[in-house]
């Protein structure tokens, strides 16, 4: 790597992709997904040098689980994760191949069940469910490093 920040292939660091995915077909596999999200935020803080917190490694972890679980619950055949450096956040997407959009409930603490997204939401700086030509495709960025103030990054709706 050169001082302007290039590797081999001649592209600054800052604009080179930093992503993975994987396809997960089974309920057991979603703590391997889990898995996936963690190895992937402790390979891009020790081999990208990039900040990540442990309320960040947290709460990735956290959204990788319930929209992993969301699609292997309701949408028949794989989903697809994909985790994405963008923009100091890490971008978790799920691609399962229901095309019926998720039901977004309003918060309620006597409601027994069906949080997910509700959490996912809470948590996440952006969210978006997107519908494909086939299946859909939902999405919440995370902020890598927390505020220096203690705040928690602000969300938008994408």
Known sequence: MDLAGHGEDQQPLAERSISVSAAFEGSEEIAAARDMARDFLESVQAVHGLPVSKRAMGMVQLVVSELVTNARKYAPGPCLLTLEIQQGTVEVTVWD?????????????????????????????????????????????????????GDAAGRQMM
């Open 97 to 149: 191949s229901s095309t019926a959009l998720p039901a977004i409930l309003t918060p309620d603490p006597a409601r027994v069940g069906q949080h997910g997204l509700e959490i996912v939401m809470a948590v996440c700086r952006s969210f978006k469910v997107c519908r494909e030509p086939v299946g859909k495709r939902i999405k919440g960025a995370v902020v890598l490093a927390d505020d220096p103030g």
